[in-house]
């Protein structure tokens, strides 16, 4: 069973603080994505990253798959009240279409 | 292009009866597939379908099934409901089976 642990599991802070979350396993991922949820509302997809040691730019946000793709990491530069949300991590099996494993989420508070 | 649509939002079930939910993936996409979102477990895959055919399958009692018509739309339902079922329903549509999805607004379901 593949496992992805987020840390960490909340988080709040300051309107113009900086910000790194993980998304950590044993396995290894063909590809790792990152979503950001409201609530009452589902997940809504801000990136996908498929070769390891990849970094993506979003915005203010920063997205790196590890060398080895089995972790990942979200930077936030600068955080807005607008980021509050879960943030989810999901890893793509290798040889297995579709079935994404998610870890349980990084829930991020944002104060004004 | 329209998102997911997901019916009903929300929904007040009794234990022991059932309930059947409906998803209508984004145009064009031939996959779909099913998560179940609970604050204590987070989301898990519940099953995908690919063409009208169940292709993947998480580790779910037999109570919950589906299925997939002939335009992509698909159905779950839940059998002899049970209050460990109250949950976040969502479904995901991807284009051909492929790791990035997208995700409906989720049903909402209650059982009392």
């Known amino acids: 069973t593949q496992l992805l642990e987020q840390s960490p599991q909340f988080l709040s802070i300051q309107e113009g603080e900086n910000l790194t979350v993980y998304c950590n396993s044993s396995s290894v991922f063909s590809s790792l994505q990152w979503y950001r949820q409201e609530p009452g509302e589902g997940p809504v997809l801000l990136v996908t990253v498929v070769t390891g040691g990849e970094v993506k730019k979003l915005k203010r946000l920063t997205f790196q798959f590890g060398d080895a793709r089995k972790d990942s990491s979200l930077h936030i530069t600068a955080a807005q009240p607008g980021d509050t949300g879960l943030y989810l991590c999901a890893g793509g099996a290798l040889g297995a279409n579709s079935k994404l494993t998610f870890g349980k989420g990084i829930t991020l508070s944002v104060r004004p | 292009k329209a998102g997911v649509t997901q019916t009903p939002r929300y929904l007040i079930k009794t234990r022991g009866q059932q309930v059947t939910l409906s998803c209508s993936p984004i145009?064009?996409?031939?996959?779909v597939s099913w998560y179940q979102q609970t604050p204590g477990q987070g989301l898990q895959f519940l099953f995908e379908?690919?063409?009208?055919?169940?292709?993947n399958k998480g580790n779910f009692p037999g109570r919950f099934s589906g299925r997939q018509f002939s335009n992509s739309r698909s159905e779950m339902n839940v059998s002899t409901l049970e209050l460990g079922d109250s949950a976040l329903y969502l479904c995901a549509s991807s284009l051909d089976g492929g790791e990035t999805q997208y995700f409906g607004p989720g049903t909402r379901l209650l059982v009392l």
């Open positions: 379908y690919f063409s009208e055919t169940q292709r």
């Open positions: 145009s064009g996409h031939r996959s």
